[in-house]
């Protein structure tokens, strides 16, 4: 077929990867010399460039807006207008002011959180080599058309989806997208209609990376059309979710606002109809109402709590981009993991090697060079075994891998993982490879090539002539071995004995490869010279480990009450061996993708809650399991590092992605990103998201009484027809904001309590304010407000002025939270102890800052004109300090009759 020179192609769509080569190339009317320029022109102004649609960002001015959505700020707002219609400008203005601050905190928080990482396009490449008008040129890799004949070699970053018609030796990294943990051999042929993306062997897709071999291919899809595209689209389509705090402070602040405006109209009207106050009077005693019962520094102060969360998670290398994420954490009941490089390290390593003589164990996990050996329980020296010395140094010797330390990560491998691990290995039984290769010098190589499945070498002997050395798949090489040993102990092939331990090491999800060698005297070696009298040294088994800490994390999270579940894109029998190693799944049989889609959804929702280990799983699997999960009530959090893991990971009610190893697009899509790659640090923030859920709820305990205090003041303006408001609504806002930035904050540095890791999750549906805490709000709110409107009217009869009174009467509020807050420290245990009063630094700091504001506002004349107040007597504060000290000993003795009343039950 001659090269294509129409431009009214219509480029057709199928599922190429069981089409044969001869079909492909018809179907895109294009031969292997290429398109024309004016084909490949005519196809880009058709489909587009080679680019992943991107989404526009939202705007500075629409995000600060959008700060302002929100029933009690409305409410606020409401306020402020009202008080703006009566002249009362001082009152409108530290109202509107408390408005701006809220919405400043939030969206800085907000941008700081959305700032940190860039978008799945870093997964395309950016130029390749094409063939256009029958000559090889390179373009750049988003003017790539569906029909381009494409070149790839080792190390090339795959353009586009690509149907290979030509392969020589192929590997290509596919588990970003696949979740295979090991390079996947590719080749030209057909595959079954039905074959699952990871079993695709003649395509190659966008994002992923040749790691050995050339091919070429034909392009069928490009930019949203791509595996990688529509995994992107599938991402923008799943639905996000509010976090079960915000929903708990949604109902909340609804049913609050609706109590604060039925009970302002019930006032309003009562005062006007029964007490004889005026319009303007009941207004300005409403607006004080609203003032009053409106928390209004929580929205900041649970801003900065959650803010504090994020930087004490950051130490410890969890990185949270959405702020809310950091209590869904702790409301967490299932967690979701993949497999490669989140449970396991993403590396291979041998941990078994088989001999004629018996099996020997090896420790230490990736390429590390740390690691013992041992037979039977017993040490070994490697280098007095010598079939086990000789073993490995063939590893380590026909090999084209290079194991190097990197400063930041480590001991990293160039090349490919399982002839890393072979090095590896060398370099835990004492090899030095630089001088083994100097020692024994290659001479020639027959590389590796999936067509015969072994690579062999051809090495100087030191001791005379020259050694073969051949590694590969197990049964690529046991035809060719006569003998099993080293020459004086070898024996004859016990093909039984062999064929039966590497199918117990395939079973265990092992890489099995096995090692042989044999003496020459030729100067170059052929395939005749590797088909006869080569003999068996003996078998290796690696794998990729599970990580030691993760193993101990998922027990931790099991007593916790939160349930572990693997979904990976591996193989079965690799997943459920991992699992088995990891306490997931106790070993059960793995559910494939294959059989999740035999599955309605009904069949799935029941399967979801039997079974913890699925393999093969796509993207859409991930995708429905989350979303069966979460049809059960539970909290879902989705770990992963690959393409195919962003919809989950979106999806779920906290996506986690790895930061070392993760692929942009999973970071992109995911509420947070584990510095270190380490599951156990998702064990680390959920303790942390369950500490800080704690401490906002102390918080809402410790704030609401001053509001109900206040609100209760005000009520009692109106039902007793009290001549003069004790407290005004500019003093009212005083008290809510100083007691939130001082005193409350102080909680947001409470440690986690006690046992928080074996108690079981909460449950996402529970109120933030339950029946209990609720009558421990309006029981110390009367407290508070009897003291403080007690101390107005006693200041009164004692002849002071109304500035002077209501002065008296803001401090005794403000010594009241003060005090309480000590109380608010332990919900239930008793505060009465040197930990309760000095342990927490943060709460005495808040006290002595607190002491010095309300000093300035007591004295200082620019206070006394903002906020109406007047300085009091000495001898004054000490009755502001013993309704303080009242405060807190009846709340202490309320506890306690709390507690003794639940044991008794």
């Not at 403000?814 to 009063?837: D, P």
């Amino acid at each position: 077929m001659e090269p294509q020179s129409r431009s009214d192609v219509s480029v057709p769509e199928g599922a190429w990867h069981s089409k044969p080569v001869g079909e492909i190339l018809q179907a895109f009317e294009v031969s292997e010399a290429g398109l024309t320029s004016e084909a490949a022109r005519q196809r880009l102004a058709e489909h587009g460039p080679n680019q992943l649609p991107q989404e526009a960002p939202e705007g500075l001015l629409r995000r600060f807006v959008r700060q302002f959505n929100d029933v009690l700020i409305y409410v606020l707002m409401a306020a402020a207008v009202i008080t703006a219609f009566l002249g009362e400008w001082i009152d409108t203005g530290v109202i509107l002011a408390v408005v701006l601050i809220n919405a400043v905190i939030g969206f800085v928080q907000e941008g700081k959180a959305e700032a940190a990482l860039e978008s799945i396009r870093k997964m395309l490449s950016l130029n390749a080599l094409v063939a256009r008008d029958g000559r090889r040129v390179t373009v750049e890799a988003d003017q790539i058309v569906p029909g381009d004949v494409v070149y790839l070699e080792s190390g090339d970053r795959v353009p586009a989806d690509v149907r290979i018609i030509e392969a020589r030796n192929l590997r290509v990294e596919e588990a970003a997208l696949t979740g295979e943990s090991l390079p996947v051999e590719k080749q030209t042929d057909p595959v079954a209609p039905t074959a699952e993306l990871g079993d695709r062997s003649c395509m190659a897709y966008s994002g992923t990376v040749v790691t050995s071999g050339r091919l070429t291919g034909v392009v069928t899809a490009t930019g949203r059309h791509t595996e990688i595209g529509r995994i992107g689209e599938m991402v923008a389509r799943v639905e996000k979710l509010t976090t079960p705090l915000l929903r708990a402070v949604n109902r909340f602040g609804k049913l609050l606002s609706a109590v604060i405006l039925g009970v302002a109209l019930v006032v309003f009207f009562f005062g006007l109809g029964l007490r004889g106050f005026s319009v303007v009077e009941m207004f300005l005693i409403v607006v004080s109402l609203a003032v009053a019962a409106i928390p209004e520094g929580l929205p900041a102060i649970m801003t900065i709590t959650l803010a504090l969360g994020v930087q004490r998670m950051a130490q410890r290398n969890a990185i949270i981009r959405r702020l809310p994420a950091v209590e869904t954490l702790g409301s967490v009941t299932v967690i979701c993991s993949d497999k490669t490089g989140t449970l396991t390290r993403n590396e291979m390593t041998v941990t078994e090697v088989v001999l004629p003589d018996g099996n020997v164990a090896v420790s230490g996990t990736g390429y590390d060079p740390e690691g013992d050996f041992e037979q039977d329980g017993q040490p070994v020296d490697p280098a007095a075994q010598r079939n086990l010395h000789t073993l490995i140094l063939a590893g380590v010797l026909c090999n084209d891998a290079e194991v190097r330390q990197d400063p930041e990560k480590g001991y990293i491998v160039d090349g490919d993982p399982t002839e890393g691990a072979m090095v590896a290995l060398g370099m835990k039984a004492g090899l030095d490879r630089d001088q083994l290769q100097r020692e024994r010098r290659r001479v020639d190589v027959i590389p590796f090539e999936s067509d015969h499945r072994f690579m062999a070498t051809l090495h100087d002997n030191p001791e005379g002539g020259r050694l073969i050395y051949l590694k590969g798949a197990p049964e690529a090489v046991l035809p060719l071995c006569e003998r099993q040993g080293l020459e004086g102990d070898a024996g004859s092939l016990d093909t039984a004995f062999w064929e039966e331990r590497t199918d117990v090491l395939a079973e265990k999800g092992y890489r099995v490869l096995a090692v042989a060698c044999k003496e020459t005297d030729h100067d170059t070696i052929s395939f005749e010279d590797v088909q006869d009298g080569m003999s068996l040294m003996g078998c290796v088994g690696m794998i990729d480990p599970p990580r030691p800490e993760a193993i101990q994390a998922i027990e931790e999270c099991r007593q916790a009450g939160i349930r572990v579940k693997m979904i990976t894109g591996d193989h079965a029998v690799t997943a459920r061996s991992i699992g088995a190693r990891m306490g997931i799944g106790d070993g059960e049989k793995a559910l494939t993708g294959r059989q999740l889609e035999e599955m309605d959804d009904e069949q799935l929702r029941q399967a979801v809650l039997d079974h913890d280990v699925f393999a093969r799983s796509s993207p859409e699997h991930k995708l429905r399991l989350v979303e069966a999960l979460q049809s059960h009530g539970e909290v879902v959090s989705m770990t992963g590092d690959g393409v195919n893991d962003a919809p989950a990971l979106k999806r779920a009610d906290v996506g986690v992605a790895m930061g070392i190893k993760g692929s942009e697009a999973s970071k992109e899509a995911a509420a947070m990103v584990l510095a270190d790659d380490n599951f156990a640090t998702i064990k680390h923030a959920v303790e942390e998201g369950r500490t800080i859920y704690d401490n906002l709820k102390k918080t809402i305990l410790f704030i609401l009484p001053t509001n109900g205090a206040e609100a209760l003041i005000v009520l009692a303006t109106v039902l007793f027809a009290f001549n003069q408001l004790p407290i005004t609504p500019v003093q009212i806002l005083w008290v809510n904001m100083i007691t939130a930035v001082t005193l409350a904050l102080a909680l947001a540095f409470e440690p986690s309590e006690p046992g928080i890791m074996r108690r079981p999750p909460r449950d996402p549906n529970e109120p933030i304010v339950s029946g209990y805490l609720l009558w421990r709000i309006g029981f110390v709110s009367v407290l508070v407000a009897c003291f403080a409107i007690g101390l107005f009217f006693y200041e009164l009869d004692n002849g002071v002025s109304l500035l002077s009174a209501r002065t008296m009467a803001v401090n005794v509020l403000v010594a009241g939270q003060l005090f309480y807050l000590f109380n608010s420290r332990f919900i239930m245990q008793s505060s009465l102890s040197l930990k309760g009063l000095l342990s927490n630094r943060a709460a005495l700091m808040a006290v002595g800052l607190l002491t010095l504001f309300q000093l300035m506002f007591t004295y200082l004349p620019p206070f006394q004109l903002w906020f109406g107040t007047e300085a009091i007597r000495p001898v004054d504060w000490l009755l502001i300090l013993g309704a303080g000290v009242a405060v807190f000993f009846i709340v202490e003795l309320e506890k306690a009759v709390v507690r003794r009343w639940r044991k008794a039950r």
